[in-house]
């Protein structure tokens, strides 16, 4: 149960935390748009876990079990994934979310240090079990992995391809993208609208590009993309919400 906690604990946090930051970063219209599509993934993300602990003892050492196979797949497999992209035109680099999110893992290796310690017993001692032992496994695997994704996240690169966008281990194929501008407030503040695969994906994604590289940065995304006012479409959308 305490893990628990701490999980769900550390998912609002982390929804706070991104929002200030994302507002410092990014701007007001960015950070809230982040925050809109991001909400409903991390209260799934709470969800699951506290309803797979009230189907059994092992409910939720699954879901841990699950998390980290995916998670390791989708990083094993991005060399490939990356070859669909096409050959490099432009290394951006790190982008300050990358920063950011290098410094949340660095504080999420305190936590999964905080977390082993008292796992340590089920895998030593004279009352170790081998469902113990799987499940201290599975367990510590699962905060370890947790900030590997956020350190392998903070360490990635934004670059532009030949057949699309390559940022934070996935690729944005140029078909999927219907436009690119900038932000008014946070004017190296790259927005672009995508057309959704699902109804849950996110149609605006805001990516700050370093200001030495915004120039080269436009002229290249202008000859795949429309450029358009995409922060004054935000905008009206977001009053019609609030509307």
Known sequence: ?????????????????????????LGTQAAQSNLIYAAPWLVIGALIPLLLTSIGRYGLIIFYAIYVLSVLAWLVSWPWRKRTAGNLLLEVGATTQNKLLFWLGLGLVGLAIAMTIPLLDRLTGDL??????????????????????????????LEIRENGLAYLF???????IQAFGWDDD?????????????????????????????????????????????????DGESGAAKA
């Not at 996935?170 to 999927?176: D, I, K, S, V, Y």
């Open 128 to 157: 170790v079990t081998t469902g113990g032992i799987i499940s201290g496994i599975i367990t510590i695997s699962f905060w370890w992995m947790i900030a590997l994704l956020f350190l392998l996240l903070g360490r990635s690169q």
């Open 170 to 176: 996935a690729w944005q194929p140029w078909e999927r």
């Open 1 to 25: 149960m305490l893990n628990l906690v701490l999980f769900i604990l550390a998912i609002a946090i982390a929804l706070c935390l991104g929002y200030v930051i994302a507002r410092g970063v």
């Open 186 to 234: 946070k004017p190296n503040t790259l927005i672009l609208k995508a057309t959704p695969r699902t109804p849950f994906s996110r149609q605006y994604i805001t990516i700050s590009i370093p200001p030495a590289q915004q120039a080269e940065v436009d002229k290249l995304l202008e000859d795949y993309l429309l450029e358009t006012d995409l922060a004054s479409e935000m």
